[in-house]
């Protein structure tokens, strides 16, 4: 055998052992599962107790004007019974838990605490839920502890957890309900809702009625400068039928401004059938009650109702999420 067939066959056979390295390396190194790239998001540190521990809440209580601390759980019994009446089917009780449980890691997250000082976040609904302990039941708790920890997000990052009353049959893109400034969520969508038909008539048919001058005060005191108008029309409505824009003779301002201008609790949404100028008098009926944005409330009662469990409701409601376990 000569030495050149030696030196050719050891070459062949350290480059075959090289590629079956390769191949093995290669076969070791399988593509990420979902599990794998479902990375949770970081609990606020000003809240955060240590890995799968839950959150401590110094919480500003608006009836006392003092701050408390809590365990989140413990303020979220109070806030599903502010939100919803205790009465309600569990699985509705339990969306509006993980919303709630959602809405204060990314309230904490993007806001960085409470406008009251030492809060992290407060008791006060203009700015943030709703909160009654006198009203929590074994029913609230049952709803809150069977969801303990749980929340939802969207590429790894805790969503806007917004909700409403009543849809009106349909509910609302973000830059529709509340005039939002930023790049629309992908996970809002306008999609039909089953609102329950056990919701009281003034939340799904409703009319409000304003002299003309307390219109023009109204929209002044938050900066909509209108003078005498002969005139007051929907200018733009928006994909789920909303109103957008109203004009008042020659000015016009965006709908969800001007319907917390005029009273949310009486101009109940922007899902207007018929606005008028009668006379004196502005006459203004619609369909729904609240913004129209995520979940409605009354939605859920019904889905509930229907044995829909409460991660369907929410997936209902918001788009390509996911409901996540943040601590045990």
């Not at 500003?60 to 601390?69: F, G, H, I, N």
């Not at 006459?283 to 979940?295: D, L, Q």
Request: glycine share 8%.
């Amino acid at each position: 055998m000569s030495k050149k067939f030696i030196r050719l066959t050891v070459l062949f056979t350290i480059f075959a052992l090289a590629l079956s390295f390769v191949g093995c390396r290669v076969k070791r190194m399988p593509p990420p599962s979902e599990g794998q790239r479902d990375v949770k998001p970081d609990i606020p540190e000003r809240i955060r107790r240590g890995a799968n521990q839950e959150p401590r809440l110094k919480v500003y209580l608006a009836d006392e004007k003092t701050v408390k601390q809590m365990n989140l759980e413990e303020y979220l019994y109070g806030v599903v019974a502010g939100e919803m009446k205790n009465t309600w089917p569990e699985k509705a009780l339990a969306a509006q838990a993980i919303i709630a449980r959602t809405f204060v890691l990314n309230f904490v997250s993007e806001k960085g605490g409470s406008k009251y000082s030492g809060a992290d976040i407060s008791t006060d609904i203009e700015e943030a839920q709703a909160w009654n302990m006198g009203e929590v039941n074994d029913k609230i708790r049952k709803a809150v502890d069977s969801t303990r920890g749980k929340v939802i997000v969207h590429n790894n990052q805790f969503i806007n957890a917004w909700f409403h009353a009543h849809a009106g049959g349909k509910t609302a893109t973000a830059k529709e309900g509340l005039n939002y400034d930023k790049q629309e969520p992908p996970y809002i969508h306008v999609v039909n809702s089953p609102d329950s038909p056990e919701a009281p008539r003034e939340d799904s048919n409703w009319s409000a009625v304003y002299t003309k001058q307390e219109v023009i005060n109204a929209l002044g005191t938050k900066g909509m400068q209108v003078g005498d108008f002969d005139d007051i029309t929907i200018s733009q409505r928006g994909p789920s039928g909303r109103a957008t824009m109203i004009k008042f003779g020659q000015e016009q301002y965006p709908a969800a401004e001007v319907r917390l201008a005029l009273d949310s609790t009486k101009m109940k949404s922007t899902l207007i059938d018929d606005i008028q100028l009668q006379g004196d008098k502005v006459v203004i009926r619609g369909r729904g009650y609240g913004h129209g944005v995520g979940m409605s409330q009354w939605g859920a009662f019904a889905m509930a109702k229907q044995g829909k469990s409460s991660e369907d409701i929410i997936n209902h409601y918001f788009r390509n999420v996911k409901v996540v376990k943040m601590w045990e």
